[in-house]
Each structure stands twice: as structure tokens, then as C-alpha cells.
């Protein structure tokens, strides 16, 4: 598609009355979102930010919110203000929250990124917007595995345990349309999700058997972040089946993989699990003196 200056997607803050006009007038000049150019933000817990972006009715829409130590809810509206998709994903203060928009209209559709945690700490995250090209067989695979990701963050963001399972099915159809077009990353990026999703739905195997069948695609990137929370996620399943070494391993391996990637909300999340299971196996005097190392990363 070739891009006419009219039609370019912008954001900017919303505002209304004299209120919108003092937070305007305090706040730094907003930038203008256009394709493939991101823009950064910082927000507090409890804070949201409002964007607005002009589409035509027409194309496949990617708008990406990349999580930098804070959990956000990505949420979406039409031009008439009807809420269109709030999505929200089971990867915690990293990686990304994404929602794909297919305008039926053209107009203004408001963004909204929400922290989630209203008691974390302030965190940073960079929100973007691409087109999707829909010309190959392999875009189509692509769009058709946004709608399902989409999909599974409206479901995982309502809570139930239906919804989530209804989740673990969207991602299972995103799974193989990145297998299709064999996008790895994108590939680890479900499996993750599924092998949460699994375990917060007490299907404790199936989780270790995703999360086992991840690993080597995080080893293959070099990525210490999400293999050490992959860890973690492999130590509470085997924690829940009764398999506490094998359990107290993988944490002590998510911790130390987390100290070197610099999450320190994944270190503390990690010692925590530990420090819980000195408490689970009467290792009292342990679990207490374990906490009080825990707490100072965790906050």
C-alpha cells in the first residue's frame, strides 16, 4: 500500500475541556505514531494513556504495546466509541501486548494503554503500529494468527477459567500459523502463553510439556529473560506434581538466568518460589531469612 500523509495512522493524547488543556500544557509535546516509527513512554501504577489514531476502512492493523517492566491492558475503540477489543496476555511486566485492527470504517479510533498493577512500580513500555501486508499466502498466515493472538488476550483478560481455556484455544490456532510460515519467535511467544495458561487451568502436564517444548527455542535466541521465566514456569509444575527437587532446580536455574538478563521483578519472582518452598517443607528459619531477600527485589 503506498501511504498518503492524510491517511498515516497518528496517536497524540486526548484531551478534553480546560482540565485536558492544564495536562496538556504540563505534560511534554506529544509525538505522532506513524508506521514502523515507535514512540516510548514511562507511566505510573494506576495510570493510563490515551492515544487516537486515523485509519481507513480498509487493511490489517498491528498495534504493538512492548512491556518494559510494567503489565498493561491494551484497549481498542471504533470511531463511534464502542469499545472494540481490550487485550491482555499471560507474560507478566516483559515482552509484548498486541491487538490487530481491521477497520470497517474510516476515522478516529482511540488506544488506550492501562497499567495493570496498581500497586507495582513505574515501569516503560513502547507502543507502534504496522500495516500487515495481505498479498502472500504467508501474510495471510500472519493476519490469521494476529486475530487468533487478539483473541486470546480478550479471553485472558476476562478470567474465568472457561475464558482462559477458550485462550488456550486461540493460541493453539495462532501456534500453527507460525509454524506455517515458521516464525520462531513468534512461535516461542505461544508456546510461553500456552504453558501458563495450561498450568492456571490445572492442566500441570500439559504446562511442563509446553513449557519443556520452549526452552530450546529461548536457548536458541540467546534469550536469558524469557528462558529464566520459562524456568520458573517449569519449577511451579513440577512443584505442583509433587516433584519438589526437580522443582527447587529449575528455580535455582530461572534465578540465575534472571541476574543475568537484569529482570529483577523475574529474580525476585524466582527467589520468592524458593523461598515458598523452604516454607512448604517446614524449613521455616530458611524460607523467612530467603523473604527477606526477596522482598527488597521484588519492590
Not at 478534553?16 to 500544557?25: K, Q, T, Y
Not at 493472538?149 to 490456532?173: D, F
Request: with cysteine.
Amino acid at each position: 500500500m503506498t501511504f498518503h500523509p492524510r491517511r498515516l495512522p497518528i496517536l497524540r493524547p486526548l484531551a478534553s475541556g480546560l482540565l485536558g488543556a492544564a495536562l496538556l500544557a504540563a505534560a511534554p509535546s506529544p509525538s505522532s505514531l506513524i508506521p514502523g516509527q515507535p514512540v516510548e513512554r514511562e507511566m505510573a501504577a494506576g495510570q493510563s494513556q490515551v492515544f487516537q489514531m486515523e485509519l481507513p476502512a480498509q487493511g490489517a492493523w498491528r498495534i504493538a504495546v512492548e512491556q518494559r517492566g510494567l503489565d498493561v491492558v491494551l484497549e481498542i475503540s471504533g470511531p463511534d466509541g464502542k469499545r472494540l477489543a481490550a487485550v491482555d496476555s499471560p507474560l507478566d511486566r516483559q515482552g509484548p501486548e498486541t491487538a490487530l485492527l481491521e477497520p470497517v470504517a474510516a476515522g478516529l479510533y482511540r488506544v488506550e494503554v492501562r497499567a495493570r498493577e496498581p500497586g507495582a512500580p513505574a515501569g516503560r513500555y513502547e507502543i507502534r503500529i504496522d500495516e500487515l501486508p495481505s498479498m502472500s499466502e504467508a501474510d495471510r498466515h500472519r493476519v490469521a494468527a494476529e486475530r487468533a493472538v487478539t483473541r486470546a488476550g480478550v479471553r485472558y483478560l476476562e478470567g474465568t477459567p472457561e475464558a482462559r481455556r477458550q485462550a488456550i484455544a486461540e493460541h493453539r490456532q495462532a501456534l500453527e500459523e507460525w509454524r506455517a510460515i515458521g516464525d520462531r519467535p513468534q512461535e516461542a511467544r505461544s508456546l510461553y502463553a500456552l504453558a501458563v495458561l495450561a498450568r492456571l487451568v490445572n492442566d500441570t502436564r500439559q504446562a511442563l510439556a509446553w513449557g519443556q517444548e520452549v526452552l530450546p527455542l529461548w536457548q536458541a535466541r540467546g534469550d536469558r529473560l524469557w528462558e529464566g521465566a520459562t524456568w520458573n514456569e517449569i519449577g511451579l509444575d513440577r512443584w505442583l506434581l509433587g516433584e519438589s527437587a526437580e522443582g527447587k532446580a529449575a528455580f535455582e536455574k530461572a534465578l540465575a538466568l534472571q541476574r543475568q538478563s537484569g529482570d529483577r521483578y523475574g529474580e525476585g519472582v524466582a527467589l520468592s518460589n524458593l523461598c515458598l518452598m523452604d516454607l512448604s517443607r517446614g524449613e521455616l528459619r530458611a524460607g523467612l531469612a530467603c523473604y527477606d531477600r526477596a522482598l527488597p527485589v521484588l519492590h
